[in-house]
Nanobody, 128 residues
């Protein structure tokens, strides 16, 4: 059974940092794209960042570029999202997702439907 389990969320003041972790089990994701999405209250789920496991290439939403960093663990099947300079508008439930499928195009892996596996989410709240 495939599982993605997020951790590391919490309450932080604006300007602070948090590090989210995503532990994957049940299959190997070494040929997959691992993404982070978020859903703010009253809004649609949106793309945050993606990492391609094979070459560790990354891509970010404009809203988090320069502040968030996605990375992978050395042991395998663990992905992190380092979030710095947090803002109140970053408040959301953050979800880890995995996509073993292949997509092409400049916006590949930025859409929810491209991902087959999802975690349960972890709440991040940034106070002003």
């Amino acid at each position: 059974q495939v599982q993605l389990v997020e951790s590391g969320g919490g309450l932080v003041q604006a300007g602070g940092s948090l590090r989210l972790s995503c532990a994957a089990s049940g299959r190997t994701f070494r040929n997959s794209a691992m993404g982070w999405f978020r859903r703010a209250p009253g809004k649609e789920r949106e793309f945050v960042a993606v990492l391609w496991w094979t070459n560790a290439n990354t891509y970010y939403a404009d809203s988090v570029k320069g502040r968030f960093t996605i990375s992978r663990g050395n042991a395998g099947n663990t992905v992190f999202l380092q979030m710095d300079s947090l803002r109140p508008e970053d408040t959301a439930v953050y979800y880890c997702a995995a996509s073993p499928r292949s997509f092409s195009g400049s916006d590949a892996y930025t859409q929810s439907y491209e991902y087959d596996y999802w975690g349960q989410g972890t709440q991040v709240t940034v106070s002003s």
